[in-house]
Each structure stands twice: as C-alpha cells, then as structure tokens.
C-alpha cells in the first residue's frame, strides 16, 4: 500500500505564497510521474503541474510563470511553490503520483487535498 500525505495549505492573501508538499511512503518500487491537480467548487478537478522522474515539467496556462513544481526523489516527496496568487486559484489541490510497487506492477494514487483559499 502507498499513501500520499499532503500538507502547506491554508489561507492566503491575494499575491502572497504558499508552499504545499506530498510525501509519498509504502511499498514503493519506483516513483514515475508526479503532479498537482486543483478542483475548485462545482468545477472538474484540473490539472495544475506535473514532473516527470527525469525532471521535466509541465503547467497548466494559467499558472506559468507563478507556480513550481519541484521533487526530491530521495524523500519521494514533490513540491509546489505557489507564489502570485489569485482569488481564482482557492481549490482543494491534490496530488498525484504514478508508483511502480513491483517491477510488473504500476499504480496511480492520490492524496487526501489540501485546501487553499486566496482571499482578495
């Protein structure tokens, strides 16, 4: 079994920062891509950055330029350095984690949420 536990929420004022971290522990062979994803009330959950295990990132349009995403594989741990934010970016954010647990054996699994409130 794999957990992902979230934590760095919280409430923020409109341009301020806020650092969210996922710790993943468990039966852990390898850990592939990881990500954040966001779902905000009455809207689909959507995706906010991910990092590949080589590195690579990727983010969603509205969030270049302010957010990071980060890991320290030697911690199974990914980051989020969310800095510049906006009203619009209050979610529930959770994160995400592609986990090899045996090498025939390849699972994704999400975290409980953290929320994030931006007030203006």
């Known amino acids: 079994q794999v957990q992902l536990v979230e934590s760095g929420g919280g409430l923020v004022q409109a341009g301020g920062s806020l650092r969210l971290s996922c710790a993943a522990s468990g039966s852990i062979f390898s850990i592939n891509a990881m990500g954040w994803y966001r779902q905000a009330p009455g809207r689909q959950r959507e995706l906010v950055a991910t990092i590949t295990a080589g590195g690579s990132t990727n983010y969603a349009d509205s969030v270049k330029g302010r957010f990071t995403i980060s890991r320290d594989n030697a911690k199974n741990t990914v980051y989020l350095q969310m800095n510049s934010l906006k009203p619009e970016d209050t979610a529930v954010y959770y994160c995400?984690?592609?986990?090899?647990?045996?090498?025939?054996?390849?699972?994704?699994?999400w975290g409980q949420g953290t929320q994030v409130t931006v007030s203006s």
């Open positions: 995400n984690a592609g986990v090899t647990i045996t090498p025939l054996h390849s699972y994704d699994y």
